[in-house]
């Protein structure tokens, strides 16, 4: 990797990170006395770890001109390697909890093993984590075969796949030691935001450079949607979390909002996480990744492109549904559960854009456990919009909000849709980057395949029938005009359910695990020589000699 | 910076309502427009190129 830099970019990562570990040491000096300190030190850490890296390569001879007639996917290889980390220890984490609600003793008794810091460890684990990871990898990879251009440099594709880990990290760690700011999706603390507007910025410069570079004019709608994804959780990022720490050297932050306007504002950001974190992007995985591996263009190509504006201008709106019956203005509920309803037509369009791009081709679809990845992440997308749609509308909400039916859409989108169309993208990726034939076990994806497919039904069905148990329970009157039912007894009347839910998680965990294992694999396995290598290369070798 | 609630849903009313429609309009002309189809022929049809090497 350091070998891959040129000597200017082994100076800049030295100074880079040098500046981070004096920063990292003085927040661990002047916030000793609290977990401030403790960031500091991993900080300081990770930094002189990232010195050393340089170091031990510094000296390795450049990298010669022919560079710039390959792409440069080294940060693509490794992302697909975290994100394949991250998938595995979030799934885990995420079926720890879920065993926690049948079996609230598996904490073992400890402060940082109860639900309420393991639950964010989960979510930023599988959606931060895993899902940044492989947005980061395959964003890298698609934006610079669609622009026909390298990246315009080494240094900052990997200061942005390794910035936003270290983001990752500290997120994690400091949920485990009791640090929130209690925003669902934006936990952690002002200075670990901070950092991730340094690296997010970056990478949207990094992003506009490629663009800027590009040899073929017309930008591929994927780009697009990437480009959604950067500037628009930028964007979300910066607004949400706006807060005044209590002091430089303490980790804790008041918001600058208040009461409903904070949970507005929370909400606007919570929504277009969804919208543009777990969807723009991985709608920017499907059209590049789905169409190649069918070997068919896009069925519509303008069905994208109106898919694309009306998502990115109806998703806007959509957060206010987050808050019906609040405090929040009857209108403005209204307005966001009317856009939310409109956002059905663009989010069918992408799903039956998909599918129909694979009609015809459904015996490819039947052989290639890949291609099913994607396919079934398409049908579960149209489901997903679907039903969310129909949960926005105010008088099913008023059934829906506060149950586990929350739970199962949301499941449905991760596993079904985000998570699907992820590990399909990866598999399609992993040969073509390490220039192997295939995988090293189809028969692994397949099974991969099933297990995914079976947790997620499981999952998602518990869920279902929880939810709407659950939501009915909590409404219904005896003759006297008293609820019928304690909370205690929706409780005791979830449990089963609880159960399932985590064996469906389980069977997704073990389907990641094999994965993983199928990459590392296909990874190791040595690259097939080209049948006529030796006969047919330019006698370079003859000239050197003259 | 006082915005009264009746101030806000005028202007949702009115400016939002224009805004959005001709939004919508620009991009569904822009999509259907004939001269484009061409040029999104060949985009759709382009990454599926097997060619692996940045333009020089």
């Known amino acids: 990797m350091i070998a891959e830099l040129t000597k200017n970019e082994r100076n800049g990562a030295l100074v880079i990170l040098a500046v981070l570990t004096v920063v990292g040491l003085v927040m661990a000096v002047a916030g000793y006395a609290d977990p401030f300190g403790i960031h500091g030190g991993l900080v300081a850490i990770a930094a002189l770890a990232g010195i050393f890296a340089v170091i031990s390569g510094y000296f390795a001879p450049e990298p010669t001109l022919a560079r710039f007639g390959e792409y440069y996917d080294t940060p693509s290889k490794i992302g697909i390697g975290l994100a394949m980390a991250w998938a595995v220890f979030g799934l885990f984490v995420g079926d720890w909890v879920a065993w926690l609600l049948a079996y609230p003793n598996a904490t073992f008794d400890a402060g940082w093993s109860s639900f309420g810091r393991l639950r964010p460890v989960h979510t930023t684990g599988v959606i931060f984590g895993f899902g940044g990871n492989a947005l980061i990898a395959t964003s890298f990879h698609v934006m610079q075969r669609t622009c026909r251009a390298r990246l315009p440099d080494q240094l900052t594709p990997?200061?942005?796949?390794?910035g936003y880990n270290l983001f990752c990290i500290l997120a994690v760690t400091g949920y485990l030691m009791g640090l929130t700011q209690s925003k669902e999706y934006a936990e952690p603390e002002w200075y670990v935001d901070l950092w991730l507007v340094v690296v997010w910025v970056t990478y949207l410069v990094l992003y506009l450079r490629l663009l800027a570079r590009r040899r073929e004019p017309h930008i591929y709608v994927a780009n697009w949607y990437y480009l959604a994804f950067i500037v628009v959780v930028a964007m979300l990022h910066v607004v949400n979390n706006l807060a005044v720490p209590i002091s430089f050297y303490e980790a804790k932050s008041y918001s600058l909002f208040s009461g409903v306007q904070d949970?507005?504002?929370?909400?606007?950001?919570?929504?277009?996480a969804v919208a543009f974190f777990l969807t723009s992007g991985f709608l920017g995985m499907m059209y590049y990744y789905l169409p190649k591996r069918a070997g068919r263009p896009i069925f519509s190509y303008r069905m994208s492109i109106v898919s694309f504006w009306g998502i990115t201008f109806f998703y806007m709106w959509a957060g206010s549904h987050h808050l019906h019956y609040t405090a929040l203005p009857q209108w403005?509920?209204?307005?966001?559960?009317?856009?939310?309803?409109?956002?059905?037509i663009p989010s069918w369009g992408s799903a039956g854009n998909a599918l129909l791009t694979l009609n015809g081709a459904w015996g490819r679809v039947r052989d290639d456990a890949t291609l099913r990845f994607m396919m079934v992440a398409a049908v579960f997308y149209g489901l997903t919009t679907f039903e969310g749609s129909f949960m926005a509308i105010r008088s099913v909400n008023s059934l829906s909000h506060y149950?586990?039916?929350t739970i199962g859409h949301v499941h449905a989108g991760a596993l079904g849709w985000v998570a699907m169309i992820t590990f399909g993208s990866i598999y399609a990726l992993v040969p073509w980057l390490w220039k192997r034939e295939g995988m090293?076990?189809?028969?692994?994806?397949?099974?991969?395949?099933?297990?995914?497919?079976?947790g997620t039904l499981v999952y998602v069905l518990a869920m279902w029938n929880s939810g709407i148990i659950q939501g009915l329970m909590w409404r219904t009157y005896n003759d006297s005009g008293t609820l019928a039912y304690s909370f205690?007894?929706?409780?005791v009347a979830m449990r089963p359910y609880y159960i399932a839910r985590a064996i469906g998680g389980l069977m997704f965990l073990l389907g990641a695990i094999v994965g993983s294992w199928n990459i590392w694999m296909t990874v190791r396995m040595p690259a097939p020589v080209p049948a006529d290598a030796g006969g047919d290369q330019p006698a370079i070798a003859l000239q050197a000699g003259e | 910076m006082d915005i009264a609630h009746g101030t806000l849903v005028w202007l949702a009313k009115s400016f939002g309502l224009?805004?959005?429609i001709g939004l919508s309009l620009i991009v569904v002309i822009y999509a259907c427009w004939p001269s484009n189809r061409q040029k999104f022929d060949r985009a759709a049809t382009a990454i599926l190129e097997e060619e692996d090497r940045p333009w020089q």
Not at chain 1, 263 to 272: I, Q, V
Not at chain 1, 332 to 344: P, R
Not at chain 1, 440 to 454: K, M, N, T
């Open chain 1, 332 to 344: 403005v509920q209204t307005l966001g559960m009317t856009f939310s309803l409109m956002l059905l």
């Open chain 2, 18 to 20: 224009f805004y959005l």
């Open chain 1, 263 to 272: 949970a507005m504002t929370e909400w606007w950001y919570g929504h277009n």
């Open chain 1, 403 to 405: 149950t586990d039916w």
């Open chain 1, 440 to 454: 090293y076990s189809p028969r692994a994806v397949e099974v991969h395949f099933w297990l995914a497919l079976g």
């Open chain 1, 488 to 491: 205690v007894d929706s409780v």
């Open chain 1, 158 to 162: 990997l200061f942005v796949l390794f």
